[in-house]
């Protein structure tokens, strides 16, 4: 479903006086999530007892806790480098005609007016 036109021509980033709000609630957030971990996923901690039911031969919480810091955080530094490279690529290659292709046109019209 797109928007009207005038909708459409109206959009609009929010002003730069809702960053400092914005910020205080995006880093309290990180705050509270990194001291209240435990209480949710922790070793160990009954708070989901009720609601997750894990056998006791499929229990592999006590392994993926003392992983390697960099096993861990595999999906997330490999999320960042795909969006880094995305960005990249989308950089180069806006700038040459391959983009202008007809057959890249019609894809790039069906993913964009979704």
């Known amino acids: 479903m797109q928007a009207p036109k005038p909708v459409a021509n109206n959009i609009?980033?929010?002003a730069v006086?809702?960053?400092?709000?914005?910020?205080v609630l995006v880093l309290?957030?990180?705050f509270l999530g990194y001291?209240?971990?435990d209480l949710f996923a922790g070793v160990g901690s009954p708070f989901l007892d009720h609601i997750i039911?894990?056998?006791?031969?499929?229990?592999?919480?006590f392994v993926a806790e003392f992983l390697p810091f960099y096993i861990k955080n595999l999906p997330f530094f490999l999320s960042v480098l795909s969006?880094?490279?995305v960005t990249l690529l989308y950089?180069?290659?806006?700038?040459?005609t391959i983009m202008y292709h007809p057959v890249l046109?019609?894809?790039?019209r069906f993913l964009s007016y979704k």
Do not use: D, R
């Open 35 to 37: 001291v209240t971990k």
């Open 91 to 96: 950089q180069v290659l806006s700038n040459y």
């Open 28 to 30: 309290g957030s990180i």
């Open 105 to 108: 046109k019609k894809i790039h």
């Open 17 to 23: 006086l809702i960053t400092g709000p914005l910020a």
């Open 53 to 61: 039911l894990t056998l006791p031969g499929h229990n592999s919480f």
């Open 12 to 14: 609009h980033e929010s």
């Open 83 to 85: 969006v880094a490279l």
